[in-house]
């Protein structure tokens, strides 16, 4: 079992039970929240939305006001998916979850130990804007609405009523996993633990155990003057886990107010992050600055204090309270110290004592950004929205009505004393002040691509000086070695630059843009072009094996559902264990061959057999894998085939042509509803399968005559 930032539940646990009989003690934690769902009810009636769901029960909110456009949101997404929902934003309790399990306690302590309900209690009223907090609170309300009409549904007695805070929570708890606290975290506490490639970019907060996968997301924008019609376009590809509190939801809000906003959210979650409005849209990749510091600490013998500039400094110590549901209504608590010192949150480990210092310590307006970015029409206004500086870390990818486009690397980047003689991307010494950051440089300092030359941007969680591979590309020498800007470049980015760059006549169709969105090749630079040639040349003793190795170097790096090669090059990828996959192809290889015959009868099946979108009684083959710009991330199955559990999901293509009428095309891999047995539970699948697309309503007009139901929360 793995160890829960210093202490092992599992023991916890039996010693609780046997204490509880022993004792005769009724084991009540007294967390339960009063909720009342006749209040809950005289709060709903305040607020005015209508639920307007299309043919493919995609919810579009119609509000008279942005808060009531987000209590629909709320009610709808809850007819959906109440269970993740609730999930969710039970993870942003801290103190107040009452933990069903290791994974959620360790989650409770981590929203402890991060302080976020006490910044969130602080700056709610003073650091958040009226309107945010109304919009946070429509959703809380819709929420607990359904909970009233629906009491069966609650999972657990410490989420409702749920708070405009509680909302808040979520989203200050879920910016710096992001970002990577959560590897931060596993890397001190559990070094050795593996992640699993369902979980998301780089939110391995649980430490499960799973393959090692590199994630990503794509994005596109195409400038009038690279359009071969003169339209603007935009492809909006971000890649996250199939299922679960990481996968998009789609929706769309519309209000009296102004907002129109199609597009992808999280459960728990009232803002969008990416798709478009009427005159603006944008995507969302994940970029990998240096937002986190980690120092080493000397500690006292007592434990009790720290040094720095050579004194010893006590800690900052409070209390965490992790409650744990045991059986029925017994619970149990457990006490660990929740430490800071001057740099901010301490993890004690068995090989030392660490603080970490990450870029948005104490900042609650995550929401309240992302809720800017939705309301700007134009790009000026995007980036007037980007200039809060209360988002961790993304790259946008942005194109407006006008025919503008733009790159911009967001990070809230901190201000490291340049010249300080240390690794900031090391362990730094704790007992240095000055090397304990306050500020943050400015937007504008970032690598940014505005209305570049080139006529188009694009991203595929790749270094930010190879965009264009031309004069447009920003220049690293620009940007301080402090702010560990990444220099990588993925398959997709391979891919994509390469087939961006080398359109001949310097003109994109709307077709060609799609085909590149949807290629399933590698690159012959890549890690699966390389291990393919390390198949290729290790000498293998067995005669089968070698065989089956030469096959695979005549693989042609395609990932398309008819190759009959990806499978022995990309199963050998499914079968090493480390990071370094090269390095165990002598038995990762013969593994591929063995799990291929075994379940397929042959070395070399049609890809399509192994590679598949399963959900319900639907199994379909699918085109893509690993890093491919149609990206398909799979887990292996009993039965020989992959299941995708990561990758392609809500995609949005949208258009503006040269006469300013807009066009959205959508596609989902599953469906809009995540209940079992539901009428959208499947019903884009073959869609998404088939690489096809379905129109989205944008004005308020369209989206009632593609209505096939309207109704209000609760009147349904």
């Excluded at 290791?102 to 209690?121: F, K, M, N, P």
């Excluded at 504008?444 to 570049?452: K, R, V, Y």
């Amino acid at each position: 079992m793995l160890r829960f930032v210093g202490f092992g539940l599992a023991a916890v646990l039996a010693a609780a039970i046997v204490a509880a009989f022993a004792l005769g003690l009724r084991l009540t934690p007294g967390l339960e929240r009063d909720f009342d769902p006749e209040a809950a009810r005289e709060m709903a009636a305040g607020y005015s939305a209508e639920i307007v769901r299309d043919e493919w029960g995609v919810p579009r909110i119609i509000g008279v006001s942005d808060a009531d456009a987000a209590f629909g949101l709320a009610y709808a997404h809850a007819e959906d998916d109440f269970e993740t929902i609730q999930a969710s934003l039970r993870a942003g309790l801290g103190a107040g979850m009452i933990a069903a399990n290791e994974e959620e306690a360790r989650t409770s302590y981590l929203v402890q130990l991060l302080r976020i309900r006490e910044d969130v209690e602080a700056g709610y009223e003073t650091e958040l804007s009226q309107e945010a907090r109304a919009f946070a609170e429509g959703y809380a309300a819709g929420l607990n609405l359904y909970a009233a009409n629906h009491p069966g549904e609650r999972v657990s007695r410490d989420l409702f009523p749920v708070t405009g805070q509680d909302v808040v929570a979520l989203s200050s708890f879920f910016s710096p996993l992001f970002y990577g606290f959560g590897d931060t975290v596993a890397e001190i506490m559990a070094p050795q633990a593996e992640r699993d490639p369902a979980q998301g970019q780089a939110l391995q907060v649980f430490l499960q155990e799973g393959s090692n996968v590199a994630l990503g997301s794509n994005a596109f924008a195409i400038a009038p003057s690279r359009s071969a019609d003169g339209a603007t376009r935009l492809i909006v590809n971000s890649h996250q886990p199939t299922d679960g509190a990481l996968a998009w939801y789609e929706s769309h809000l519309i209000s009296g107010e102004g907002l129109n906003f199609a597009g992808g959210l999280f459960p728990g979650a009232p803002v969008l992050h990416l798709g478009t409005n009427p005159d603006l849209g944008y995507a969302a990749t994940v970029n990998y600055p240096d937002l986190i510091d980690v120092y080493a600490l000397t500690v006292s013998e007592d434990g009790d204090s720290y040094e720095l500039d050579g004194e010893m400094r006590d800690f900052d110590r409070r209390t965490a309270r992790m409650t744990v549901r045991l059986f029925g209504p017994f619970g149990w608590q457990v006490t660990r110290p929740a430490d800071w010192s001057a740099h901010g949150p301490v993890l004690h480990a068995d090989h030392g004592s660490f603080a970490v210092r990450h870029a948005t310590m104490g900042d609650i307006r995550f929401g309240e950004q992302a809720f800017a970015m939705m309301k700007a029409r134009s790009l000026d206004e995007f980036e007037n929205a980007l200039e809060m500086g209360a988002m961790g870390n993304t790259n946008r990818i942005v194109a407006d009505r006008h025919g503008r486009i733009a790159r911009f690397y967001v990070a809230r980047m901190p201000d490291r004393l340049p010249d300080a003689g240390v690794d900031w991307t090391g362990i730094l010494p704790g007992d240095r002040s000055d090397l304990i950051w306050e500020d943050f440089a400015p937007v504008s300092a970032l690598p940014h691509m505005i209305d570049p030359e080139a006529g188009y941007v694009l991203d595929a969680n790749h270094s930010p000086f190879e965009v264009t591979l031309g004069a447009d590309d920003p220049d690293p020498a620009d940007y301080p070695a402090e702010f560990g800007i990444e220099t990588n470049m993925t398959n997709r980015a391979l891919r994509a630059t390469s087939l961006l760059a080398g359109d001949l006549d310097g003109r994109t169709t709307q077709g060609e843009l799609i085909q590149i969105k949807y290629d399933d090749a590698y690159d012959e630079e890549s890690l699966a072009a390389q291990l393919r040639d390390a198949i290729a040349s290790t000498p293998f003793e067995d005669a089968a094996v070698r065989e089956a190795a030469e096959r695979a170097g005549a693989w042609t790096l395609s990932a398309s559902r008819e190759n009959r090669g990806a499978g022995l090059v990309l199963m050998t990828y499914y079968m090493t264990e480390g990071e370094d996959v090269l390095a165990e192809v002598e038995t990762a290889f013969p593994l591929a061959v063995d799990w291929l015959t075994a379940h397929h009868g042959r070395i070399d099946p049609e890809w399509g057999e192994i590679n598949r979108l399963m959900r319900g009684e639907v199994n379909l083959p699918l085109d893509g894998g690993p890093d491919t710009l149609r990206a398909v991330y799979g887990d292996p199955q009993e039965d020989g085939t992959l299941r995708m559990v990561a990758g392609d999901g809500l995609t949005y293509f949208v258009e503006w042509r040269e006469d300013g009428t807009q066009s959205v095309l959508a596609t989902h891999q599953y469906g809009a509803s995540n209940r079992p047995g539901t009428d959208h539970y499947t019903t884009q699948m073959e869609m998404f399968a088939s690489e096809g697309l379905r129109p989205v309503p944008m004005s308020e007009a369209a989206v009632r005559r593609a209505a096939v139901e309207i109704y209000r929360p609760g009147e349904e």
